[in-house]
């Protein structure tokens, strides 16, 4: 490795590393004490307190490791401008793009680790602190619920389910109608007293009720015993699991959109997700990009210059972000445009930045 290289790396990587450690540690005091009130109340063990604490910090760190790119990259060319080295450098006859390149190649390193860490560690991290908050710090959420009353399913592409009682441990539905529709036209309806999921058949049996087809404009009825439905739907997927995107990796995310597909639900939010997961670690070359033409235009090297600049580019990346998957969710915007948006802006602008440095 060239001594250019391991110099800029140094210079880039102390800085990030110690902003990653005063961030985490900000984050982990800020749960802390927002939490302290239900925390002194709980049962759990003062380690176990500190364990669902650290192991929620992961999340955050996603977060703030692009902040700590950027607060690196322009410390790092700041410090070389405050001590004259950018200068020296030039009268040494290294071009300012040799020298600038290895910050790149440090902010795809972190970018890549970020992405590898989203997929691996973060959703465990994640799912091991929700669990530790279920059994021990708030036992009651350990019970899981396998009886719903009064709700509407999903049982697949045009079909809605209105279900007095669903008990998910007998497999069972009762007092239940299933009305089928296509597009926005009812085609037919199940009114049945239990529907029972059949295991041997794959699908739900309906029992003591009224068969109704809605079709050719006339209204038919036809009482049964026992009907073998179309409805195929497995219990367990007729209730979508609420796992949240922050304990799923990239595959699970799009094995979750197929089961909404299949239910016939939208995947607008969901894919959104999965795109905001692709485009974040990104994020790190943007800002890096974006972090060096603005300290070279300081000039003065300033610390306090250059930490209030990070801190203003950054609000404005999380700001647009927002915006971005805002108009994702509402469907202004595709998934995938809103969760690349603010990189798209961003990357523009520290392209059009970068290029006038060079006039």
Not at 147 to 167: A, T
Not at 273 to 285: D, I, M, Q, V
Not at 333 to 348: I, T
């Amino acid at each position: 490795m060239r001594i250019l290289t391991r110099y800029v790396m140094k210079s880039f990587f102390i800085p990030f590393a110690a902003g990653i450690f005063v961030f985490s540690l900000l984050i982990f005091l800020g749960n802390f004490f927002e939490r302290l009130d239900s925390l002194i109340k709980s049962p759990a063990s003062l380690w176990a307190i500190l364990q669902f604490l650290w192991l929620e910090t992961p999340y955050w760190m996603v977060l703030i490791i692009p902040i700590a790119t950027l607060t690196a990259s322009m410390l790092a060319v700041g410090g070389w401008i405050r001590s004259r080295e950018y200068l020296a450098f030039q009268a040494a006859g290294i071009a300012p793009a040799q020298m600038l390149r290895p910050l790149f190649y440090c902010a795809s390193l972190v970018a890549l680790l970020s992405f590898a860490a989203q997929e691996t560690v973060l959703p465990y991290c994640y799912w091991k602190s929700q669990e530790i908050f279920r059994e021990q710090i708030e036992p009651r959420y350990s019970q899981k619920k396998t009886v719903w009353s009064k709700i509407v399913l999903v049982g697949g592409p045009g079909q809605f389910l209105i279900v007095e009682e669903f008990d998910l441990g007998e497999k069972r539905m009762r007092r239940v109608v299933m009305d089928q529709y296509e597009g926005d036209r009812l085609l037919g309806q199940l009114d049945a007293s239990e529907a029972v999921w059949d295991p041997a058949g794959e699908t739900w049996v309906f029992s003591h009720g009224v068969q109704r087809d809605f079709g050719g404009g006339a209204v038919r009825e036809k009482k049964f015993d026992r009907l073998v439905s179309n409805l195929t739907t497995p219990p367990q997927l007729l209730i979508p699991p609420k796992k949240r995107p922050e304990e799923m990796s990239l595959r699970e995310l799009r094995r979750y959109a197929k089961t909404l597909r299949r239910l016939g639900l939208s995947t607008r939010e969901t894919d959104l997700t999965l795109h905001s997961k692709l485009a974040y670690p990104f994020a790190n070359l943007i800002v890096c990009a974006l972090a060096i033409p603005f300290a070279l235009k300081i000039q003065t090297g300033s610390r306090a210059l250059n930490f209030a600049g990070a801190l203003g580019i950054a609000f404005l990346y999380w700001w647009m972000q927002s915006v971005g998957e805002t108009l994702g969710t509402a469907g202004i915007l595709p998934p995938a445009a809103g969760a690349w948006l603010a990189n798209a802006v961003f990357g523009a602008a520290a392209a059009i930045f970068l290029n006038r440095l060079k006039d």
